[in-house]
């Protein structure tokens, strides 16, 4: 869960050799450009450049604690670290998910620490159900290790893939993994009669600082955005490109993908003109991705609208969608969670509170076509909201 307070991001200390590189880096490919260089570029470098990138370096970011705070720190923390019961109830859905689709395989992608992956092969072991394989696909190999260490217990059944092979088969896994794709920016100056878009990207001023740089575009959001008001938005190639390779390459299973956003309509409703952009450092958020670059995690609500006809339009179907609250409550948490303290029952509320993760957080459900029909996914027994896609 990330915090949405706001932080100045000169308080906390850097490491001051990471970002010098990184921003070396950054200051090549922007002159490299023509002194302009497109978020979605930007935003990959800033996350994944290697050795250098936030997920591609040592720092710590996984956790309940901020940095310093318990002697290792993280920038926020996810559903699995945030409860075992989290991971605990998302396994009766791939327990189901594999039934239903004649599946031995689990696929996660974006594993994290690893937390996720513990919670669903301890659930599926106590049960006595054996799994071909585990597999983790994590451009991050910085967190392969902490993986590694997590999931000792089942390394018989753990493998790991930089990508996706030419064919796969399985459950699909991903828990906060859409919101880390790069996104492009668009703003409009001006109302919607008249106002002109312009994408936006990042170039060097005079001193050399990285600053903000608009350019006329073609591009557009997929609906028109009504007012008279300026407005800044992101669209999601990335994160469309991904699902049009699982349907490529996927044969047949079910996949569940966890994140923060809404539907096409609330993600571009004329209101929310300032988009959704943010940065999460030391369990606070703030909105300026050209500081601290390579330090704190930057990310976007997901369009799961788009998401969804992307996977359409490339031969997945749409299962279910819903909220994480609906989800996890229809799959079984209460039953889990009988007999636990109050520590955890109170972690339990963060999983499903409509003011915490529980309406924040939705879940996307989807499937190759040659994975069975006429059955429902448990997590979308009641509550379906595709119809709102």
């Known amino acids: ?24 880096r950054l ?7 023509g002194g302009w260089l497109p978020f979605d570029r930007f935003m990959a470098m800033a996350l994944y450049e290697p050795g ?32 075992p019961l989290f991971g605990h109830t998302v396994a009766r859905q791939v327990v189901q998910a594999l039934e239903a689709t004649g599946t031995e395989e ?3 992608f974006g594993a994290g620490t690893g937390a996720l992956a513990l919670q669903v092969l301890d659930t599926l072991a106590a049960q006595g159900r054996a799994l071909r394989r585990y597999t983790i696909v994590d451009v991050s190999g910085s967190l392969r290790q902490r993986q590694q260490a997590t999931l000792a217990a089942h390394a018989g059944v753990v493998s790991w ?17 859409l919101d880390a794709m790069p996104v492009q920016l668009l703003y409009r100056r001006g109302g919607q009669a008249d106002g002109v878009w312009h994408e936006r990207g ?22 028109d955005i009504e007012g008279p008001h300026d407005y800044l938005t992101e669209i999601h190639p990335q994160a469309e490109a991904f699902v049009r390779t699982l349907a490529d390459r996927w044969r047949k299973g079910a996949g569940f993908f966890f994140d923060y956003g809404f539907p096409e309509a609330e993600y571009y409703h004329p209101q929310r003109h300032m988009g959704t952009l943010i940065c999460h450092r030391a369990h606070r958020s703030d ?4 500081a601290d670059v ?53 972690m339990l509320g963060k999983l499903v509170n409509e003011h915490e993760m529980g309406e924040l957080f939705k879940v996307l459900a989807l499937a190759p076509a040659q994975s069975g029909e006429g059955w429902v996914p448990v997590g979308f027994s009641a509550g379906d909201r595709t119809h709102r896609l």
Request: proline letters at 6%; a negative charge.
């Open 202 to 223: 990042v170039g060097l001023d005079a001193a050399g600082a990285l600053v903000w740089v608009d350019r006329p575009s073609d591009l557009r959001p997929p609906v």
């Open 52 to 83: 250098l990138g936030y997920y591609a370096n040592a720092l710590p970011k996984f956790g309940r604690l901020p940095s310093g705070v318990d002697g290792q720190g993280s920038d926020f923390v996810t559903a699995p670290e945030l409860s």
């Open 294 to 346: 390579g330090e704190k995690d930057i990310t976007a609500h997901v369009n799961f609208t788009g998401v969804a006809l992307a996977a359409q339009d490339a031969g997945l179907g749409v299962l279910g969608f819903t909220s994480q609250g609906r989800f996890l409550i229809n799959a079984g948490l209460m039953d889990v969670a009988q007999g636990v303290g109050a520590k955890e029952n109170a």
């Open 1 to 24: 869960m990330k915090d949405n307070r706001r932080v100045r991001t000169e308080s906390v200390n850097e490491p001051a050799s990471l970002t010098s590189a990184l921003r070396q």
């Open 287 to 290: 909105d300026d991705p050209l």
């Open 106 to 108: 689990v696929w996660e």
């Open 27 to 33: 200051h090549e490919a922007i002159r490299a450009s």
């Open 161 to 177: 893939a930089d990508a996706l092979p030419d064919a796969f088969e399985g459950v699909v896994l991903g828990n906060e993994v």
